[in-house]
C-alpha cells in the first residue's frame, strides 16, 4: 500500500514479470478431492497460445481446473504454475490473467462502465487509464452504446460480454472463459465467439470451457475433452467430428412460433426430421450437426421468428464421451 | 480533477477502489438504510425524555425542615434560629424584623465548594448563617478542625474513597432543581454516550454492515472478481474495512455532533452553549468509531470462517454487552473489562468526560452527600439521602483506573483498541488466505 501521490504512469508498483520460458499455464498431476468425490485426478498439461477448448460434461472438473488456475482452491496434490508461478501462494501473475467466471451474479447496481473501471483500477490503473481502457474493451465487445446502463437491466448475452470486457481490461496474455456462451441468445453467441477467435487470433492464450462440442468447435480446433476428473483426449477436434458424423443427433429450438420456423428450417438440406415436443420447442433431426448448425442462424433470422434458446438435448458429447471410454460413460 | 480524486489519490490506487467500490455498494444496500435510520429514530426518542426532563422542574426539598414554623408563630424555624428566638416556642418570636416566607428558607444553602484536590480539602459556607448563630464554639465546630463552619472533604484517590465531615447546618440544603439538572444532563450524556452509542451503535452497524463484507461476496459468487486480480486477499480485507469505516465513522460523527448542538443548547449552564461538554462527546465519538471498527473487522473475520458468521458475532455481542454491564456499572473498578473491547471503549469516554469536566467525580461524592441528612445505622454509619440526579451520573460515570493521567489513559486505551484491530485484521486475513472460495 505505497502512496501514490503523482496517479502517472501505468502501474504503481514495478511491473511483474513471469520467468522466461515458463509455460502460460503448467498442470503437473494435479489432484483435486472434495471429501470424497475426486474432482480432478492427476491432470497433467501444459497450454501455452492459441484458443484451448476445455470440454466435459457438467461435474467433469472444468470448473475446478479454472478455480485451481485462479488460486481459488488449493490441489490436493501435484503442483501448478501459471507464468511459472503458484497461483495459490501469488496472486501476481494475475495482472497478466483474465478471468471470466461462471457465476451468474454480478454486481446488478453497477453500470457496465463502472464495473469495468472498479475491477481495472484492481490492476493498479488510474481513474484515467481505466476509464480509457474500459471504453475500449466495452467497445470490443460492442456494449458501447449501454456502457452507462446498469448491469441489473441487460439480458444474459449482455452480462456475459460485460463480464469478458471487464476480463480484458488489463490486456491479459491469459484469458479464461468459464461457460461464456451458456443461455445466451443466437446473436450473443456470434458475438462472443468472435471475440474469443478475434482474441486467438491476437496471440493470446484463451481457455474456454463448455459442454457442447458444436460451439467449441465454431471456436477453436485445439481440444481438451476431460471426463470424471480426468484428460480424456488432447487434440484436433476434426479427427473427433469424422467418427461423430455417424451418429444422428437432435437439435432443440425454443421460439414463439414453432409450425411457423419449421416450414423454413425442412428447406435445410441436412435436416432428417422434425418434431413438435411441448408447446414453444421444436426439435430437429440430423446426421449432419456441424452443417446444420452452420446454417441455423441465417435460416432463423431470414423467417423472422424469435428463438430464445438453441440446446443440444442429446449431447453430442456424451457421444464421444461414449466412443472414447467404450461404452462406460 | 475533481475533489475527491485530490483526496484519495494520497492513497494506493487498489485500495481506493475497493474502498469506493464498497461505499457505493451500502449505498445499494437497504440493510444500511435500515439499520442507520433505526438508529437515529431511537436515539431520537431517549432525546425526547431527556428534553423534557432538561424542562421540568425538579420540586425543591426543604432538606433540614426549616421551613417549617414549629411552633405556629408565624416564623420559619430557620428565621428563629437566625434572629435567636426559640423555635419551639410560640412566646418566643423575632417582632423585630416582619416573618420570612416559608419558600426563603428552601434551597438556602447550597454547595459552594472548591475543586477538591488529592488529600484533606476545607470547603464549605454557612449562607443561612445557621451554623454560625448557635451557641458555643464546640456546637459550631462538630468536626473539631478548630475552623467553625466548615466541611472537611478527605480525598483518598487511592482507595477512591471520599470522606465529607461537615460541621452541622453547613450546605446543608442545596438546590435540588440546579443539582438535578446538571446531574441528570452528564448522567444522560454518559448514558447515552456510554450504552446507546458506545456499544449499541458500536456493535449494531458492524453486525448488519461488517458481518457480510467479504461473506456476501463469497456466497453470491461476486468475490470470484475482485480475487482474480494481482491483490492480495488480506488487501481485499482490509480495503473492504476502509469501505466500512468511510460509511460508519462519519454516520457517528454526524450523531454525536447533532446530539453535542442539541444537548449543548437546551441542557442547564450560565451560557448560551455547554463548552465544557465538547470533549466528552469527542471522547464518545472517538470510542465508538474505534470500538465498531475492532467489531467489524472481527465480525467480517466471523463472516469469512462460517457461512453463518452472524451466530458467531451475535454471541460474540452477548459477551461483550456482559462486558458493558461490567464496565459501565463498576464505574471502571473492574479489571475483567480488560478482556473486552468495550471496556477499552468505555476508558476512552471516561477519560474523556474527566477531562470536559474535571469536577464530575466531586459532583457525584456531592449529591451523594445531599447536604449531609440521613440515617445512622447501628455500626455509625450514616446512609444520606442523595438528591435526585446523583444516583444515576454515580452509576453512569467512572474512572478510567489506569492508575495513569487521564490524557494517557486515552492514548493507552486508543492503542489498545488500534492493536485489538490490527489483530481481528491479521487473523481474519489468515483465514481468508487459507480458505477455498467455490
Known amino acids: 500500500m505505497m502512496p501514490d501521490v503523482s496517479q502517472q504512469g501505468k502501474m504503481e508498483t514495478e511491473e511483474w514479470r513471469p520467468a522466461e520460458n515458463a509455460p502460460v499455464i503448467m498442470f503437473d498431476r494435479v489432484s483435486k478431492t472434495y471429501g470424497r468425490i475426486n474432482a480432478l485426478n492427476s491432470v497433467s498439461l501444459g497450454i501455452s497460445g492459441g484458443v484451448t477448448g476445455i470440454l466435459g460434461m457438467n461435474g467433469a472438473g472444468k470448473s475446478t481446473l479454472f478455480k485451481l488456475m485462479m488460486g481459488k482452491v488449493r490441489p490436493s496434490s501435484g503442483a501448478i504454475r501459471l507464468f511459472g508461478v503458484d497461483p495459490w501462494k501469488n496472486p501476481a501473475p494475475y495482472s497478466r490473467v483474465g478471468f471470466v467466471p461462471e457465476h451468474e451474479k454480478m454486481h446488478d447496481w453497477m453500470t457496465a462502465f463502472d464495473f469495468i473501471v472498479t475491477f481495472a483500477r484492481l490492476h493498479g490503473m488510474t481513474r484515467d487509464e481505466a476509464a480509457k481502457e474500459a471504453s475500449r474493451v466495452l467497445d470490443f465487445v460492442s456494449l458501447s452504446d449501454v456502457m452507462h446502463k446498469r448491469i441489473g437491466q441487460f439480458s444474459k448475452g449482455m452480462r456475459q460480454r460485460v463480464k469478458i470486457a471487464h476480463a480484458l481490461v488489463n490486456d491479459p496474455e491469459l484469458i479464461i472463459l468459464d461457460e461464456p456462451l451458456q443461455g445466451c441468445d443466437p446473436l450473443a453467441r456470434t458475438t462472443i465467439m468472435n471475440v474469443i477467435k478475434e482474441l486467438g487470433a491476437m496471440g493470446r492464450t484463451v481457455l474456454v470451457s463448455s459442454h457442447i462440442l458444436h460451439e467449441i468447435e465454431r471456436i477453436t480446433e485445439q481440444i481438451v475433452i476431460l471426463h470424471k476428473g480426468r484428460v480424456l483426449a488432447l487434440g484436433n477436434s476434426h479427427a473427433i467430428r469424422e467418427m461423430l458424423d455417424q451418429h444422428p443427433h437432435k437439435i432443440a429450438l425454443e421460439c414463439e412460433n414453432p409450425r411457423e420456423l419449421a416450414k423454413s428450417i425442412i428447406k435445410i438440406e441436412e435436416v432428417t426430421g422434425m418434431s413438435f415436443a411441448e408447446e414453444n420447442k421444436l426439435l430437429i433431426e440430423t446426421k449432419h450437426l456441424g452443417e446444420v448448425h452452420k446454417k441455423l442462424p441465417k435460416t432463423i433470422i431470414e423467417s423472422g421468428i424469435k428463438v430464445t434458446s438453441i440446446d443440444n438435448p442429446d449431447d453430442d458429447l456424451q457421444s464421444i464421451l461414449m466412443y472414447l471410454t467404450g461404452g462406460s460413460a | ?207 448488519f454492515l461488517a458481518t457480510g463484507l467479504i461473506r456476501e461476496e463469497i456466497s453470491e459468487g461476486t468475490i470470484h472478481y475482485m480475487l482474480a486480480k494481482p491483490i492480495a486477499r488480506g488487501e481485499v480485507l482490509l480495503y473492504r474495512m476502509l469501505g466500512y469505516i468511510g460509511i460508519t465513522w462519519p454516520f457517528i460523527l454526524i450523531v454525536c455532533l447533532v446530539l453535542c448542538l442539541i444537548t449543548g443548547f437546551t441542557g442547564p449552564g450560565d451560557g448560551i452553549f455547554r463548552w465544557e461538554d465538547v470533549p466528552v462527546w469527542m471522547s464518545i465519538a472517538w470510542a465508538a468509531m474505534l470500538v465498531s471498527l475492532v467489531y467489524g473487522t472481527i465480525f467480517c473475520g466471523f463472516g469469512i470462517i462460517w457461512k453463518n458468521g452472524v451466530i458467531l458475532a451475535i454471541l460474540f455481542a452477548a459477551w461483550e454487552l456482559g462486558m458493558a454491564f461490567i464496565a459501565i456499572l463498576t464505574g471502571g473498578d473492574s479489571s475483567i473489562r480488560y478482556m473486552s473491547v468495550i471496556g477499552w471503549g468505555m476508558i476512552i469516554v471516561d477519560a474523556g468526560a474527566a477531562i470536559g469536566w474535571p469536577d464530575n467525580w466531586q459532583l457525584v461524592e456531592v449529591g451523594l452527600w445531599g447536604g449531609g441528612h440521613g440515617e445512622e445505622n447501628w455500626l455509625g454509619d450514616v446512609s444520606y439521602v442523595a438528591l435526585p440526579g446523583a444516583e444515576p451520573l454515580a452509576v453512569f460515570s467512572g474512572n478510567p483506573n489506569l492508575g495513569v493521567s487521564n490524557w494517557l489513559a486515552y492514548v493507552i486505551s486508543t492503542l489498545v483498541l488500534a492493536f485489538q484491530g490490527f489483530m481481528a485484521w491479521f487473523i481474519g486475513q489468515s483465514i481468508f488466505k487459507g480458505k477455498e472460495v467455490n
Open chain 2, 1 to 207: 480533477m475533481s475533489k475527491t480524486d485530490t483526496i484519495w489519490s494520497q492513497l494506493d490506487r487498489k485500495s481506493t477502489a475497493i474502498a469506493e467500490f464498497t461505499m457505493r455498494q451500502y449505498r445499494t444496500r437497504i440493510s444500511t438504510w435500515v439499520v442507520m435510520i433505526a438508529s437515529v429514530v431511537a436515539l431520537l426518542l431517549v432525546l425526547l425524555f431527556y428534553i423534557e426532563a432538561m424542562n421540568t422542574e425538579i420540586e425543591a426539598i426543604d432538606n433540614d425542615g426549616d421551613s417549617f414554623d414549629t411552633d405556629g408563630d408565624g416564623y420559619p424555624n430557620g428565621q428563629e434560629r437566625l434572629e435567636g428566638t426559640n423555635p419551639d416556642s410560640p412566646e418566643s418570636f423575632p417582632d423585630w424584623v416582619e416573618p420570612d416566607p416559608p419558600e426563603k428558607w428552601i434551597n438556602e444553602d447550597d454547595f459552594d465548594w472548591d475543586i477538591l484536590v488529592e488529600g484533606v480539602n476545607y470547603v464549605g459556607s454557612d449562607d443561612d448563617g445557621d451554623c454560625k448563630n448557635l451557641d458555643t464554639s464546640s456546637q459550631r465546630d462538630t468536626n473539631d478542625n478548630n475552623v467553625e463552619c466548615d466541611i472537611i472533604v478527605d480525598v483518598d484517590t487511592l482507595n477512591s474513597t471520599v470522606t465529607i465531615t461537615a460541621d452541622s447546618s453547613v450546605d446543608e440544603d442545596p438546590d435540588e432543581d440546579k443539582y438535578g439538572k446538571e446531574a441528570g444532563h452528564r448522567a444522560f450524556i454518559l448514558g447515552i454516550g456510554k450504552f446507546g452509542i458506545v456499544y449499541l451503535l458500536g456493535i449494531f452497524l458492524p453486525l
